[in-house]
């Protein structure tokens, strides 16, 4: 990238702040700070995280520990949306850790991709990031529709049921509305947008049928690791209904 480049990156970024500080500011939503901070903490984690994974590639023994500390950031992101302190943190580890795992693996013993580190780290990491979503949204709908039908789940307890069974139907409609995004991305893809994957790889300069079968992989690879991340942390959390926040206080 020559000077060119940069002076050009600069000023298209400068601008796109400014139309969405400026329109926040004028509609009173508070948001420029908010834009402001999260366009220069992107701009530091990039060249940071570039940096990193330039390493990385050249030296394939790092990748693990790269993702490893990836899935850790991850699983303690979630769990902190999901409850207060780290009572949640297991089951949104093990969500996470299942979803990316179970993908990746097919994944590569299928020889879709090439297992090496210029393939693997990326790929995986996407896995991680959409596992991590999942699992938010799972853990946090059972969590609130948890609170709100708690009257019902204690009539279960009542009848003699466990907690897994008294919050069975509970657990599969929050893993069930965790996956509608990316069941609405793959089902809309091409039509409502053209993915990241996809236009990057065509910038790049591969062409449309390689970037159309990366996409693809990415896209279904995503569906798969937020399934079974959904459903991994339900389950968990309904074997332990006080990892919920405030649930017992309802009891």
Not at 214 to 223: E, M
Request: charged share 10%.
């Amino acid at each position: 990238m020559d000077l060119a480049d940069v002076l050009a990156l600069a000023a298209a970024l400068a601008l796109l702040v400014a139309v969405a500080a400026g329109l926040g500011t004028w509609m009173n939503a508070g948001q420029l700070k908010a834009v402001v901070t999260a366009t220069l903490r992107a701009l530091v984690q990039l060249v940071a995280v570039g940096a990193v994974i330039a390493v990385v590639i050249r030296t394939p023994a790092l990748a693990p520990l790269y993702l490893l500390l990836m899935v850790s950031v991850a699983s303690w992101t979630s769990a902190r949306r999901i409850a207060n302190g780290t009572i949640a943190l297991p089951a949104a580890a093990s969500a996470i850790l299942a979803g990316t795992t179970v993908t990746a693996i097919i994944i590569f013993a299928c020889r879709a991709l090439p297992f090496e580190a210029a393939t693997l780290v990326p790929f995986v990491a996407q896995l991680v990031g959409g596992s991590m979503t999942a699992t938010t949204l799972a853990g946090q709908r059972f969590r609130d529709d948890t609170r709100s039908h708690w009257a019902e789940v204690e009539g279960w307890l009542a009848l003699g049921a466990t907690y897994r069974q008294a919050l069975a139907t509970l657990a599969h409609t929050a893993a069930g509305r965790a996956v509608v995004p990316a069941l609405d991305q793959t089902r809309n893809v091409g039509l409502v947008t053209l993915p990241g994957a996809f236009v990057g790889l065509l910038l790049g300069g591969a062409s449309p049928v390689e970037a159309g079968r990366v996409q693809l992989l990415v896209l279904i690879g995503l569906l798969a690791a937020e399934t079974v991340a959904a459903l991994v942390v339900t389950q968990m959390l309904s074997a332990r209904p006080e990892a919920l926040q405030n649930v017992d206080s309802l009891k």
